[in-house]
T-cell receptor
């Protein structure tokens, strides 16, 4: 158990809908990262937050947005869902030291029908 | 743009054999990670390599880093079935952003 929690574990929804994925980082970690894992794209970085502020953006679609709250939990919002958004979404957290590893949560499996 | 290549993509090996997974990356990096993923599960951190010549070992797995060649290897010694999983290398880009760029993964299947 990495100490990173994600809810829900599974999500099934329809095209055009909007969903919110939630992540709680390890105790003491200020950085939260979101990744998408799909068969065709592999593991891709989406976005990073550090202590409530956006730090880096990757291949995140405009239909997707994220935020990190004062208690450091983070939410990833996916809207106008398409079939191709079906994937595993991972959240990771880390400290800020140079040796700090990113620890991954269990993931949320999103299925868009 | 940082690119990370892993090979092989799939590796079937017998128990007791040795093999190496390779991870090449395209630009300078200050950190390289190896992760393990079991089917349908999350990523488990195995190693973090921070400097040229770094070598880390845990059980039957040994990882090394050559920053000049932009190459990391994950060596498996005397494989056992429990090592069957997908192994990813991930490279940390230079700069303040801490995003990781992942390789394609190597699916390892250890047969009896």
């Amino acid at each position: 158990d990495s100490g990173v929690t994600q809810t829900p574990k599974h999500l099934i929804t329809a095209t055009g809908q909007r969903v919110t994925l939630r992540c709680s980082p390890r105790s003491g970690d200020l950085s939260v990262y979101w990744y998408q894992q799909s068969l065709d794209q592999g593991l891709q970085f989406l976005i990073q937050y550090y202590n409530g502020e956006e730090r880096a953006k990757g291949n995140i679609l405009e239909r997707f947005s994220a935020q990190q709250f004062p208690d450091l939990h983070s939410e990833l919002n996916l809207s106008s869902l398409e079939l191709g958004d079906s994937a595993l979404y991972f959240c990771a957290s880390s400290g800020t030291g140079p040796k700090d590893t990113q620890y991954f949560g269990p993931g949320t499996r999103l299925t868009v029908l | 743009e940082l690119k990370v290549e892993q090979n092989p993509l799939f590796l079937s090996m017998q128990e007791g054999k040795n093999y190496t997974i390779y991870c090449n990356y395209s630009t300078t990096s200050d950190r390289l990670y190896w992760y393990r993923q079991d089917p349908g599960k999350s990523l488990e951190s195995l190693f973090v390599l921070l400097s040229n010549g770094a070598v880390k070992q845990e059980g039957r797995l040994m990882a090394s880093l050559d920053t000049k060649a932009r190459l990391s290897t994950l060596h498996i010694t005397a494989a056992v079935h429990d090592l069957s999983a997908t192994y990813f290398c991930a490279v940390h880009g230079s700069g303040t952003a801490s995003k990781l760029t992942f390789g394609t993964g190597t699916r390892l299947q250890v047969t009896l």
